[in-house]
């Protein structure tokens, strides 16, 4: 079996676009590789971060993708500060990358070129990946399209590390999602659903109540044609409702098209809230019962356990190739 690596990340609340977006994607793909899954807590501070709010975040946020069905029998999972090895072996590649490539990451100067103070975190955030997928041999990790930068740098760095010291390292591959239904905000349907500072009236969270969901759903941004079709880019509002319900029921977009045929956008918003609410209730459920026990912290404790060892042995043989230690 083929091993997959998927980062969850800490920074923000899980969406409605987080769920079908990736982490249902991330249940269909436990039953195909060996998956490890882990969250990134250390990439997070890279921009400020309220630490209350980001420790309850981390239980919580592992605690949802269990109740969305991530199962822990299929998964390692695990938090990246939990394993030092990981910041150790970024330091090796550091000392590998050049100041160049380094520039030449559009996500650090996307960000750079919008904030007057960046961390030198920021900067050095595609090694700490690189290190995060290197130590344990990945064959594939998901990421959205804007990764796959990163994840080609963590290509080059491996092979340039097997080069001069010996094959030491697995290149690893991007796995994009092909279909991957995007979903936007409600508001602003052009925009993609996350979670902003202050206005969430587009967003709906994973643990928002019924009543806030159907309020939010009713409210949707459409247009004035009446019309149910598929056209993402002229009726981009209606496009993602029925986007969400053919995810949400695991049915095609023609099939969902059809269902909606001849009904008004009242009826279509509806339903789409009746099917939200079902499948966010359903898992809000679960969530209760996971953040009310002690299988996060088993869950953590395990995938520790499992991955210092890995990544201890990949560790120290880059160590010992470079000509470090005694
Ligand atoms: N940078 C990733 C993101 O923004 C998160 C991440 C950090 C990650 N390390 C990783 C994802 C390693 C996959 C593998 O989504």
Redesign the pocket.
């Known amino acids: 079996m083929k091993r997959l690596?998927?980062?969850l990340?800490p920074s923000g609340e899980l969406t409605l676009g987080s769920y079908i977006g990736g982490i249902k994607q991330s249940v269909i793909y436990q039953q195909e590789y060996e998956s490890y899954i882990?969250v990134?807590d250390l990439?997070s501070i890279t921009v400020p971060q309220d630490p209350t709010i980001l420790k309850e975040r981390i239980k919580k946020n592992v605690a949802l993708y269990l109740a969305c069905g991530i199962d822990p029998d299929k998964n390692t999972i695990y938090l990246q500060s939990d394993n030092l090895y990981h910041t150790n072996l970024s330091w090796i590649f550091e000392c590998l990358t050049y100041m160049g490539e380094a520039s030449r990451m559009t996500q650090y100067k996307d960000k750079a070129s919008k904030n007057k103070n960046v961390s030198v975190g920021l900067f050095t955030?595609p090694i700490?990946?690189t290190a995060?997928?290197l130590l344990y041999d990945i064959d594939y990790?998901?990421?959205?399209i804007?990764?796959k930068q990163?994840v080609e740098l963590a290509r080059n760095l491996a092979e340039r590390f097997n080069n001069r010291f010996g094959n030491t390292f697995t290149v690893p591959n991007p796995l994009i999602p092909k279909i991957g239904a995007k979903i936007m905000d409600l508001q602003n349907p052009t925009k993609k659903m996350s979670k902003s500072e202050g206005d969430t009236k587009g967003t709906i969270l994973l643990l928002d109540s019924e009543e806030i969901i159907r309020k939010k759903i009713m409210s949707a941004v459409t247009d004035s044609d009446n019309k149910i079709l598929y056209d993402p880019e002229n009726k981009p509002g209606i496009s993602n409702l029925l986007t969400i319900y053919s995810a949400l029921k695991d049915i095609t977009m023609e099939q969902t098209v059809k269902h909606f045929e001849n009904m008004n956008y009242g009826s279509l918003k509806k339903e789409v809230a009746d099917v939200v609410v079902d499948a966010l209730t359903n898992i809000q459920q679960k969530y209760n019962e996971i953040i009310n026990s002690t299988i996060v912290d088993e869950i953590l404790d395990k995938g520790k356990e499992k991955v210092i060892k890995i990544a201890k042995a990949k560790y120290e043989e880059a160590l010992k190739k470079v000509g470090l230690g005694r």
Do not use: E
Not at 141 to 144: L, Y
């Open positions: 690596l998927a980062g990340k882990f990134p990439h955030y700490l990946m995060d997928i990790v998901a990421v959205g804007d990764q990163h």
